[in-house]
């Protein structure tokens, strides 16, 4: 049995860690590696390692870190495909939507790559005179990234390029269920010339978790994950006066007006819900359907969700993979089943879904429920699968209100040929993320990704500006240099300018 070990001062290592996490192959079902579990020990040296490294990285001048992300980045870029089947072996997702993944982390990579620029100061001269002031940011020191399942490479790229260009070191806490693709990353940053230690990662469960967020060392934490766990990340890590930005879960949705065009909202409202098994934060797994023609949209939507080729993430043919692990497939199948019993209609029921060739998999096929209400449990739990639950709504503003009455807010979207009703859409909902016409509208790295309400805990969106920022702090600067021009003489007031 293959063991997944931590990567720390810039080699893999087993450390003190004895317990072990099985890592499935969710297409076979069967166990095809174990994971290294950390203990608090391991965390600290992690850490330890860090600190020490970070000193040195923070006083490396800018163009020495740009040439190591730009060497990253190249790096990333060959090696694509070996982590998009990392990912599709440990995730189950298939290998062009892992490719997809890669990509948009490479976005921020190459985001990070212009770290000069963003890295820019202010300068105010002769504020009084003969006084200057000027800004600049500096690193905080050793970051860590408690990071979820369902992006093993997408959603460490949001946090670790940034951090480590802004000059900190970073330790990353990975899934421990899809742990493999976090060590090739370190073995590429260590490729590109990044010093050991300033980029680690340690496997583990909460033990880890814990043992980061209680840690003197740890200056700030970066987590993706669900709502019930970024809550208490946010709050035991502030509390541990850190800088925390805490990413949680979501309840898309997506709205169709009457206007929109039933074909294209049908084909976008199946790919993003049954994508990556509705693995994703943004999958859209509420469509709101607005006054007439609910029917026929429901129609074109059962049709093409019924024909999504699931299979093997390896297959090239597939379109749609597994979901996690058998725990995950059996909830959601449970809540179908509650959704049934609670007065929904099955409009397609993907439960029972067999592969042939694949019989121990974790399948679970895409699923259509009509005439879901608020109430049902499939409207109000973030199901995480391939399921798609249909309300309807009597006008724009009803859908507007059933989003805004929803605990979270991280995308949403709406169909529609109507500018004004988009405008209306957009200006009305406190959602963080708005497609119009755009089903899952993920920011560029250049834009900074957040939700609102119980889907991001923390000021700070992730990625771009405001990452930079969460990454920095500031330092102001006023300055006189006292010369026979302007002597200098203390006053005994408050400082004013003159
Ligand atoms: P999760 O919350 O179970 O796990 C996330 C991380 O927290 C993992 O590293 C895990 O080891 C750790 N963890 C789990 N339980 C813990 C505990 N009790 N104490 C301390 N640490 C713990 O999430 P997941 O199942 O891996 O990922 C799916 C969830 O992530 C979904 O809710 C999804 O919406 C959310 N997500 C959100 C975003 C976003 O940008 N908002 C992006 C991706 C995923």
């Known amino acids: 049995m293959r063991t997944i070990e931590h990567w720390i001062d810039g080699k893999p290592t087993a450390a003190e860690s004895t317990r072990t996490a099985p890592v499935w192959n969710p297409a076979t079902g069967q166990q095809q590696a174990e994971v290294l579990l950390a203990e608090p020990a391991d965390v600290d040296t992690a850490v330890r390692s860090a600190q020490q490294a ?39 997702k298939v290998v062009s939507d892992a490719l997809g993944e890669v990509q948009r982390g490479l976005e921020v990579v190459e985001f990070a790559c212009g770290i000069p620029q963003l890295l820019k100061g202010e300068y105010s001269d002769q504020v009084s005179t003969g006084v200057d002031v ?13 990071t979820p399942f369902n992006f093993p490479v997408m959603v460490p790229m949001w946090m670790h390029p940034v951090a480590i260009a802004c000059g ?18 370190a073995r590429l940053w260590a490729e ?60 898309n949705h997506a709205v169709v007006l009457p206007d929109a065009d039933v074909d294209y909202v049908s084909d976008h409202l199946v ?33 093409k969700a019924a024909e999504v080729r699931v299979g093997p993430g390896r297959d090239d043919s597939s379109e749609m993979g597994p ?16 959704g049934e019993a609670q007065g929904a209609r099955l409009a397609v029921d993907g ?38 639950s249909v309300v309807r709504a009597d006008t724009v503003d009803d859908a507007i209100a059933l989003i805004n009455a929803n605990p979270y807010g991280n995308g949403t979207a709406i169909f529609t040929s109507s500018g004004s009703a988009a405008r209306r859409f957009q200006r009305g909902v406190q959602v963080g993320m708005i497609g119009i016409n755009v089903p899952i509208p993920v920011p560029m790295a250049y834009y ?31 300055s006189r240099w006292p010369s026979v021009d302007h002597p200098a003489g203390a006053s005994y007031h408050f400082p004013t300018t003159s």
């Open 54 to 92: 970070g000193l040195a990285w923070a006083q490396t001048s800018l163009s020495t870190r740009t040439k190591v992300l730009f060497a990253f980045r190249d790096l990333v870029s060959r090696h694509a495909r070996e982590l998009a089947e990392t990912i599709a072996d440990e995730h189950g």
């Open 192 to 251: 590109a010339g990044l010093p050991d230690g300033v980029f680690n990662v340690v496997h583990g469960d909460k033990t880890a978790v814990d043992a980061i967020l209680d840690h003197d060392g740890v200056d700030a934490v970066s987590f993706v994950g669900s709502t019930p766990i970024a809550r208490y990340i946010h709050e035991r890590a502030t509390m541990a006066g850190k800088r925390v930005q805490a990413l949680g879960g979501a309840k």
């Open 323 to 338: 979901v996690i692990t058998a725990a995950a497939r059996d909830r959601i199948t449970g809540l179908i089943a509650t």
């Open 351 to 388: 439960r029972g879904l067999t592969v042939p060739g694949h019989d121990a998999g974790f399948w679970v096929g895409p699923t259509v429920l009509d005439q879901v209400t608020p109430e049902m449990d499939v409207y109000r739990e973030e199901i995480f699968g391939p399921v798609l």
């Open 134 to 146: 000027f800004s600049f940011r500096e690193p905080l020191g050793v970051v860590a990234g408690i």
């Open 168 to 185: 900190n070191a970073f330790v990353l806490k990975p899934s421990e269920r899809d742990p493999s693709a976090s060590v090739i990353v």
């Open 271 to 303: 790919a993003a819900a049954m994508g990556s098994a509705g693995e994703r934060c943004m999958a859209i797994s509420a469509a709101v359907t607005v006054g007439d023609g609910a029917d026929e949209v429901v129609e074109a939507v059962a049709a």
């Open 448 to 478: 900074s990704f957040g939700g609102w309400k119980d889907s991001l805990f923390g000021q700070s969106h992730i990625h771009g500006p405001e990452g930079v920022a969460f990454y920095t702090r500031a330092k102001v600067v006023t």
